[in-house]
Structures are given as C-alpha cells and as structure tokens.
C-alpha cells in the first residue's frame, strides 16, 4: 500500500498554555532558576521536548535579565529540567524582588504556549 493510498489521519491540535499539559516547580541556587517541566501524560514528552526549547524558555525570562538557559531531558522520567542563569535579580541574598527565591517563575514556564492533540486536553 503506497502512501497516497493510506487513509488520511488528521489530528485536531490546539493551542494552549502549557499549564493545560503540565505541572511544574521552581527552585533557585544564588541567581539561577532551576524549573522542572513534568507533562501530565508522559506521551506528550516528545511533543513538549520539540516546542519547549532553550531558546524559547530563555527568550520568555530575557526581560528578567536572563542570559542562558540550559534544558536537561529526562526521558526515562518523561521530565524536563531547564536552568536559567541570571534571571533571579542578584538572588536571595541580593535582591529586594519579593520573589528572591524565584518560586513563582514556573507559572511564567507554564505560560507558554503549545501546540498539542486536541485530545490531550485535561476534561
């Protein structure tokens, strides 16, 4: 069976936040954020590992001051891990940010948007 002979399959994709696929969690070290990405159904982990990349989590934190972002995959946890240096204003000890810490930027990471199976969808 040739390929024009195969039934067509098309899929309904949607774009959402990335908070609709995923959690996430934010921790710090001096002036670096450290953020994991877990997508809610480990199926989407290749999906979300072509769409969340360095350059896009990087250019989302540039206006926090944010100078590289290095993404670690975890397949095997269907994860992601990206450090962000820079992005914490000096850090705990050195900023008046109330946010020190930078536990909040991993809804910033979730305000992201992806491209995803319409059927992915939490109900």
Same mark, same amino acid.
């Given at each position: 069976m040739s390929a024009s002979d195969r039934p067509s399959q098309t899929m309904e994709m949607a774009e959402v936040a990335l908070h609709a696929v995923a959690h996430a969690r934010a921790g710090d070290k001096g002036n670096r954020? !450290?953020?994991s990405l877990i997508p809610? +159904?480990?199926a989407l982990y290749p999906l979300l590992a072509e769409q969340v990349t360095e350059e896009r989590v /990087? $250019? &989302?934190f540039r206006h926090r001051g944010a100078t590289r972002c290095t993404r670690y995959d975890l397949p095997k946890l269907a994860a =992601? !891990? =990206?450090v962000i240096d820079d992005v914490l204003e000096g850090g705990v000890n050195g900023s008046l940010n109330l946010d020190g810490h930078g536990k909040t930027q991993s809804f910033r /990471? /979730?305000?992201l948007t992806v491209t995803v199976p319409r +059927? $992915? &969808?939490r109900g």
């Open positions: 954020s !450290n953020i809610y +159904d480990p /990087l $250019a &989302l =992601f !891990n =990206f /990471l /979730l305000s +059927d $992915a &969808l």
